[in-house]
């Protein structure tokens, strides 16, 4: 597959995620600033169909492009871009692990939701340490790769310098910004 056709599935995925948060909030009637998984969170109408369109098959989808381009790069890249390829693979997955892991509406800070949490914070974590790995083995992506990590790093260090609800969404539309550019610039092989 080349590198043409992998950016639609990218784009597909997170259309999708757009879609699903923008129903579902409409739906719900929740408050623009609410957290972005809160109309997943158990008890919430259709949880198990918003967690599927807007984090779990999303997820797999860009965790496939990125098996894909971990795969088509070639050995000159180096190690460093091989790691930042594998860490955005693990960034996806945890992005899809949040909808399996979902909110539980009546303990936001408590039990099951404690999971959710921790699958979010590894997709930040993993998308950070990617996006900077990127930033300096992959000349194609290197400045907004960087930037890509410190607007990550500032939203999970300071969350109070975007706002209340801000760098979640901000944070999201990185990730966009970011996997989609990759599977566009990336070089492949085969």
């Known amino acids: ?19 699903a948060l923008l129903v579902f909030a409409a739906m719900t009637g929740l408050p623009t600033r609410a957290p972005l998984a809160l109309p997943g969170a158990g008890g919430m109408p259709l949880a198990w169909l918003f967690n599927l369109l807007a984090w779990t098959g999303p997820g797999l989808i860009v ?19 091989g790691i930042a390829l594998q860490l955005w693979l693990l960034a996806s997955l945890a992005f899809a692990a949040q ?13 099951a939701s404690r999971w959710h949490a921790l699958a979010w914070m590894l997709w930040n974590l993993a998308f950070a340490a990617a996006a900077l790995l ?15 990590c410190a607007l990550v790093t500032l939203g999970l260090l ?14 999201l539309a990185g990730w966009w910004l ?6 566009w610039r990336l070089p492949r092989r085969h």
């Open 1 to 19: 597959m080349t590198r043409a056709r992998l950016l639609p599935w990218v784009l597909g995925a997170h259309a999708c995620t757009v879609l």
């Open 63 to 81: 965790a496939g492009v990125a098996a894909r381009l971990r795969d088509g790069l070639g050995a000159e890249a180096g190690r460093v871009a």
């Open 99 to 111: 909808g399996l892991l979902p909110l539980d509406i009546d303990a936001l800070d408590a039990g």
């Open 134 to 148: 990127a930033g300096l083995a992959l000349p194609a992506v290197r400045l907004p790769s960087l930037g890509l």
């Open 158 to 171: 300071a969350p109070g310098v975007f706002g209340a609800g801000i760098g979640e969404r901000v944070v």
């Open 178 to 183: 970011w996997t989609a550019l990759l599977a």
